[in-house]
């Protein structure tokens, strides 16, 4: 009350300033430092001086819970099946290789002159064979130290290592037997090279797939592809696949059936 009727009217005056704020609307767009409009001074919609003003922060830190074995198994296996097709499609150039050797000696009459200079059919099949085989070590072993070095555990830990040794060294000796038989077909050895490239490529890659996802699909596929299999084993190309593809997922059915039982 003195201010309202105090003499020169100053009090009067502030009263007044602040009574026309009052009935101002501000717009309501947020100001450069985070705020809306208020009063300063005289000014009723003002952004005010942000001179050290610190903007309010919100921090959020996020951790993902660990992997389960299960997770670690199902990634594990699934970089695992791609090694395992590249694989195939590398090693159906091996005994494509085989062939050409076999099938340039008969063209050029070369297994014709040792044959009639007292080479006997055995002792050169048997050496042929038996190049084949050790000369198919090699890819072999550089395979494996490739696996080795960018350590591909499902295919070469402990328990997978001697199986996958195993199935390569058995697909040596059984492809090579295969690529004997089939030289006889051709008499050309580019026909040749290319019959047996396209078709360790096919039984090797294609058909392994195929048998995959027919074992998946569901029970009745599951049915036909057990009877299938017996036919599709006719060819190394596939055991080798089929093989690696099961000692590949042998873990991950391993936690799968445990957390099945339990």
């Not at 395979?143 to 350590?151: A, G, P, R, S, Y």
């Not at 690696?244 to 873990?251: A, E, F, I, K």
Request: charged share 15%.
């Amino acid at each position: 009350l003195l201010s309202l009727y105090s003499p020169g009217g100053g009090g009067s005056g502030a009263t007044d300033t602040a009574d026309e704020c009052v009935d101002i609307v501000c717009a309501a767009d947020v100001c450069s430092d985070g705020m809306g409009r208020r009063k300063v001074g005289s000014d009723c919609c003002s952004c005010g001086d942000s001179t050290g003003w610190v903007a309010p922060t919100i921090t959020v830190r996020s951790h993902p819970l660990p992997r389960t074995k299960t997770q670690e198994a199902i990634s594990a296996e699934i970089g695992g099946l791609y090694v395992v097709m590249f694989v195939m499609m590398a090693f159906a150039f091996v005994p494509a290789g085989f062939v050409v050797f076999i099938v340039r000696e008969r063209e050029t009459k070369a297994k014709h002159q040792q044959l009639v200079s007292g080479v006997s059919t055995v002792a050169y099949w048997a050496s042929t064979w038996l190049w084949d085989f050790v000369s198919g070590w090699v890819p072999v072993a550089i395979t494996l130290l490739l696996l080795e070095i960018f350590d591909v555990q499902p295919l070469i830990d402990s328990a997978a290592a001697p199986a996958t040794v195993l199935l390569l060294g058995c697909w040596l000796g059984a492809v090579a037997s295969q690529t004997c038989i089939l030289s006889f077909l051709f008499k050309s050895h580019t026909s040749a090279q290319n019959f047996v490239l396209f078709t360790n490529f096919i039984t090797g890659l294609i058909l392994m797939i195929s048998s995959f996802l027919l074992d998946v699909l569901n029970e009745k596929t599951a049915r036909i592809n057990k009877k299938l299999i017996w036919i599709w084993r006719l060819f190394p190309s596939f055991c080798l696949g089929n093989g690696l593809l099961n000692v590949n997922m042998r873990v991950l059915l391993t936690y799968l059936n445990d957390e099945g039982e339990s």
